[in-house]
């Protein structure tokens, strides 16, 4: 956090190899890429050609079979890695009961921001107005723009939205983001204008792929 | 290991806990059945009111206790990390051995609380029946919360490796042995069994033991514990369950803690 730390490489990837127990082929075959502070990457390709997983990989909940992975010119896993990531994931993965503000409070405290402003961050992202309704009763809307409101949590260094929805926050965020300096990865199945915003892409096919 | 990221993450389960309308339901069945129970006893006549308050509100602590204990035990992991909520809190930063604490953790506390609605029920219901606080038996219900916290640890501790119904099916094992270590030390003890008296010593002083209150043991001799502790004979023979010492206690304990401790491990050898 903070434009004094973006130096370096944001994240170096090199012939990541993810292969499943028993898959019968790699989740991803050696997949390399490389992302300078400020740099965007689309990250597309047909249902199941890998992207969730690279970006599981990245945000540390897969490790690679194969390959390394660095992140702020460190091992991916370290505290101080991790600290510096914002992830938005896809579907609804908010457990039922909790609202929205604590879902954003808990991701808060976990990822060491404990002062955070849930209600403000929900603002920035159009969803001011559902703060205090339980996540099981948003609109799918609301849950994509309460996944992106998660990725922006402490203004992190390196933003990684899976299949985000292109609300017009959205689009303001990752230009800001990338203008203080961010890393912006996006994994989307259908482009849109992601690959104008982001500027490189890298198309998936059966897990392989270079950008 | 952070604890406070281990905090967060069990108070964000036991939030959301709270808000399932299910726990609120367990709670609330529990109370009605210990008022139904309280009514009943009070169409009896002498003592055994007591016994039929005794009874009743121990079946409800153990069958309603073994049934919450399972599903929170059960339910800890699967639904979460499908939906990806599990991985959604790996990628924050959160170790997969921090979120297995936190949810083992958040379900023992909501274990504790519902059992402890039906302990403050049964107490009102003594007190109603003019037995004023029944002391003896708040020592049972608090024995029966530790029996059931095993239960939940050995099924928590299973669903961070496997599936939620062969994790209940192991809590419920749990239980099963940890009664069954009882009675066998007791029959051992008693001279009923005089076969391998030394390996029933040692599997019971390691393993762990369903902790039995006094209560209860004087109420099975009498056979009138009902459901929660039914006469035991062995060749025609009675067996007095004896009541817990404190190395039992304390072992049960420990018990719960290793299973605890363990469900951190186990959630680190799983896909979040």
């Known amino acids: 956090?903070?434009?004094?730390?973006?130096?370096?490489?944001?994240?170096?990837?090199?012939?990541?190899?993810?292969?499943?127990?028993?898959?019968?082929?790699?989740?991803?075959?050696?997949?390399?890429?490389?992302?300078?502070?400020?740099?965007?990457?689309?990250?597309?390709?047909?249902?199941?050609?890998?992207?969730?997983?690279?970006?599981?990989?990245?945000?540390?909940?897969?490790?690679?079979?194969?390959?390394?992975?660095?992140?702020?010119?460190?091992?991916?896993?370290?505290?101080?890695?991790?600290?510096?990531?914002?992830?938005?994931?896809?579907?609804?993965?908010?457990?039922?009961?909790?609202?929205?503000?604590?879902?954003?409070?808990?991701v808060a405290l976990v990822r060491g921001y404990p002062g955070t402003d849930a209600g403000a961050v929900l603002e920035r992202v159009g969803a001011g107005g559902v703060a205090m309704r339980r996540v099981e009763r948003l609109e799918v809307e609301d849950s994509r723009r309460l996944s992106l409101a998660c990725a922006l949590i402490g203004d992190p260094d390196l933003i990684i939205l899976d299949d985000p929805?292109?609300?017009?926050?959205?689009?303001?965020?990752?230009?800001?983001?990338?203008?203080?300096?961010?890393?912006?990865?996006?994994?989307?199945?259908?482009?849109?204008?992601?690959p104008a915003l982001l500027g490189r892409t890298l198309t998936l096919d059966h897990g392989a792929g270079v950008a | 290991m952070n604890a406070r990221r281990v905090a967060a993450l069990a108070a964000a389960d036991f939030r959301a806990l709270l808000r399932r309308r299910w726990m609120l339901y367990a709670i609330v069945v529990g109370v009605v059945i210990i008022v139904l129970v309280a009514l009943s006893a009070d169409t009896s006549i002498g003592t055994s009111k007591l016994d039929d308050l005794r009874r009743g509100g121990a079946s409800v602590l153990l069958l309603g206790g073994l049934a919450v204990a399972l599903v929170f035990g059960g339910s800890a992991f699967e639904r979460d990390r499908t939906s990806?909520?599990?991985?959604?809190?790996?990628?924050?930063?959160?170790?997969?051995?921090?979120?297995?604490?936190?949810?083992?953790?958040?379900?023992?506390?909501?274990?504790?609380?519902?059992?402890?609605?039906?302990?403050?029920?049964?107490?009102?219901?003594?007190g109603a029946l003019g037995y004023g606080v029944d002391a003896r038996f708040l020592v049972h219900g608090a024995a029966t919360i530790l029996n059931m916290s095993l239960v939940l640890g050995g099924t928590v501790m299973m669903a961070s490796l496997i599936g939620a119904w062969a994790a209940g099916g192991f809590g419920l094992i749990v239980y099963i042995s940890a009664q069954a270590i009882v009675n066998i030390q007791s029959a051992t003890d008693q001279g009923v069994i005089s076969s391998y008296g030394g390996v029933v010593r040692a599997v019971s002083a390691v393993l762990p033991n369903a902790v039995v209150?006094?209560?209860?043991?004087?109420?099975?001799?009498?056979?009138?514990?009902?459901?929660?502790?039914?006469?035991?004979?062995?060749?025609?023979?009675?067996?007095?369950?004896?009541?817990?010492?404190?190395?039992?206690?304390?072992?049960?304990?420990?018990?719960?803690?290793?299973?605890?401790l363990a469900t951190a491990g186990g959630l680190r050898r799983r896909q979040l």
């Open chain 2, 84 to 126: 990806g909520h599990l991985g959604m809190m790996a990628a924050a930063g959160a170790a997969p051995a921090e979120i297995g604490l936190g949810r083992a953790v958040s379900r023992l506390v909501a274990l504790i609380l519902v059992m402890a609605s039906w302990m403050a029920a049964i107490a009102v219901a003594a």
């Open chain 1, 1 to 106: 956090m903070g434009a004094g730390l973006l130096t370096g490489v944001a994240v170096r990837a090199e012939d990541i190899v993810v292969q499943f127990p028993g898959g019968k082929t790699p989740a991803l075959a050696g997949v390399s890429f490389r992302l300078e502070p400020g740099d965007g990457l689309l990250v597309t390709g047909d249902e199941g050609c890998g992207k969730s997983t690279l970006l599981r990989v990245l945000v540390g909940v897969v490790r690679p079979s194969y390959g390394s992975l660095s992140l702020f010119g460190g091992p991916a896993q370290a505290s101080f890695a991790r600290r510096r990531l914002g992830f938005g994931p896809e579907t609804r993965p908010f457990p039922s009961g909790l609202r929205a503000r604590d879902v954003l409070d808990l």
């Open chain 1, 165 to 194: 929805w292109e609300f017009p926050e959205t689009i303001d965020e990752i230009t800001v983001a990338r203008a203080r300096g961010a890393a912006v990865v996006v994994a989307s199945p259908d482009p849109g204008g992601f």
């Open chain 2, 213 to 260: 209150a006094p209560v209860i043991t004087e109420m099975q001799l009498r056979n009138v514990a009902g459901p929660a502790a039914p006469r035991l004979e062995i060749d025609g023979k009675v067996i007095a369950v004896t009541p817990s010492n404190t190395y039992e206690v304390l072992l049960a304990i420990v018990w719960v803690g290793i299973f605890l």
